[in-house]
């Protein structure tokens, strides 16, 4: 039975009130809002998300893209740190994309949705062309829901993206008719802008990127190089790698890359930035499946498999003695996964 009161808490003013319903987990957000009409009110104001912030209890959230079986559903799944799956959130506006970038800006507090591609149906006989898009989204956690923001100066899809300092970058990629591009872009949260700047003109498919010690590290499949950028002098340095990679999920974890290669099957790649060293992990097999994408939640790497019953392994990095893997049964998504990442809320 609803209870309705004039005060938040009987006995409490509402500031104290406040205080102590801030520092509820979110697992007993659906439990708790039953209490009052107020109580389901404040839990949902952008003032409730303020006050936890204040008080210091911001958790991590593990937010999953997936795709149904068909191909015709998209959706996300919410999990906390404990592997409670607490929901979904909105789909991003608009249709479909593939060759999207996915990244978490603002601390971790905001979660941006970057460009892609839609297939658009040709003239001919069962031919389609690709149009790329330019837009880009922001989820907002205490609202849940997107909002569209400054949209990129150039259509791009499978380009690399990463976030420096606070600062996001996009670099390379295609455009709509598979027109290869040479440029990179910087977005802007506080202006709200996007500033296209030159990069390394390399031929090279996708790759990835990452930030470590506050330079841009682009990574192009295909290419022994790494590409670096220091946003303090604007410039751009070569690196050679001496090993040419073809990679197609990846993940940062403790300032080291861990990556899937079509050149490596059955292994990990890793990569240490800070001794431009390559080594590789085995992975364990799983009769009748195999590994699509990489993940992280808790300081660790999550393999995410697309049979298997959707079943993720979990790689702990400070296992010192018998096997690093083990099944994670607290991240289980339902359905095929397309993309994860972290949120702080």
Not at 165 to 183: C, F, K, M
Not at 193 to 216: E, H, I, T, Y
């Amino acid at each position: 039975m609803v209870v309705e009161s004039s005060s938040i808490i009987p006995g409490l003013t509402d500031d104290a009130a406040e205080l102590c319903l801030s520092r509820i987990p979110r697992c007993s957000f659906q439990i708790i809002s039953l209490v009052s009409r107020r109580w389901r009110t404040f839990l949902r104001s952008e003032h409730f998300s303020a006050v936890r912030r204040l008080t210091g209890t911001v958790e991590e959230f593990l937010c999953v893209l997936m795709e149904s079986e068909c191909g015709r559903d998209v959706y996300w799944e919410v999990f906390d740190a404990s592997g409670n799956k607490l929901g979904q959130i909105p789909p991003v506006p608009g249709p479909l994309k593939r060759g999207f970038g996915l990244v978490v800006l603002d601390g971790g507090k905001r979660m941006v949705f970057i460009g892609g591609y839609t297939e658009v149906e040709g003239s001919g006989i069962n031919s389609t062309t690709v149009s790329a898009s330019a837009d880009v989204f922001e989820f907002d956690p205490a609202a849940n829901s997107w909002r569209k923001v400054a949209g990129m100066n150039i259509p791009r899809y499978n380009f690399a993206f990463a976030q420096v300092d606070g600062l996001l970058y996009v670099i390379r990629g295609y455009s709509t008719d598979a027109y290869s591009l040479s440029n990179a872009e910087v977005y802007n949260l506080e202006t709200n802008q996007w500033s296209l700047m030159d990069c390394p003109n390399r031929p090279v498919w996708r790759g990835f990127a990452f930030s470590f010690n506050s330079k841009l590290y682009a990574v192009g499949n295909g290419s022994r190089f790494i590409d670096i950028y220091d946003p303090k002098t604007q410039t751009w340095e070569e690196l050679n790698s001496e090993q040419s990679v073809s990679v197609y999920s990846y993940a940062v974890v403790r300032n080291k890359v861990y990556f899937m290669d079509r050149n490596m099957p059955g292994c990990l790649g890793v990569f240490d930035p800070e001794e431009n060293s390559w080594s590789s992990v085995f992975v364990p097999r799983r009769e009748g499946g195999f590994w699509v994408r990489l993940g992280v939640w808790n300081d660790k790497v999550l393999l995410f498999s697309r049979v298997c019953g959707h079943e993720t392994l979990m790689y702990d990095l400070d296992k010192e003695k018998g096997s690093k893997w083990r099944v994670c049964d607290q991240i289980k998504p339902s359905a095929s996964h397309l993309a994860s990442l972290l949120i702080n809320f």
